[in-house]
């Protein structure tokens, strides 16, 4: 069974840094495309970011240049730095893992989601 633990959220001052991470287990994590997703107060869950098996990374406009996603295969482990937070990057933060089942399809399993609140 696929299962997805998170770390890292907190509060932090505008301006502030912080980094989440995501560890995988029961997958064969080099095969399996990673990224994250937030969801605001009142808001509908979002694309963050995503990284592929080749190491491509793929970000949402608000946050290029501010975060970086990044894997360790080895720690079966995908990050999320954070930097220059702002007020509006305030959320619940979830890893999700599209898990490749056959040839053609993946599966996506989502972590539990970990806090970040940014102050102003």
């Known amino acids: 069974q696929v299962q997805l633990v998170e770390s890292g959220g907190g509060l932090v001052q505008t301006g502030g840094s912080l980094r989440l991470a995501c560890t995988a287990s029961?997958?064969?994590?080099?095969?399996?495309?990673m990224g994250w997703h937030r969801q605001g107060p009142g808001e509908e869950r979002e694309l963050v970011a995503f990284?592929?098996?080749?190491?491509?990374?793929v970000y949402v406009q608000s946050v290029k240049g501010r975060f970086t996603i990044s894997r360790d295969n080895a720690k079966n482990t995908v990050y999320l730095q954070m930097s220059n937070l702002k007020p509006e990057d305030t959320a619940v933060y979830f890893c999700?893992?599209?898990?490749?089942?056959?040839?053609?399809?993946?599966?996506?399993?989502w972590g539990q989601g970990t806090q970040v609140t940014v102050s102003s």
């Open positions: 990284i592929i098996t080749n190491g491509k990374t």
């Open positions: 029961g997958t064969n994590f080099s095969s399996t495309n």
């Open positions: 999700y893992a599209d898990v490749l089942m056959n040839r053609i399809s993946r599966q996506r399993y």
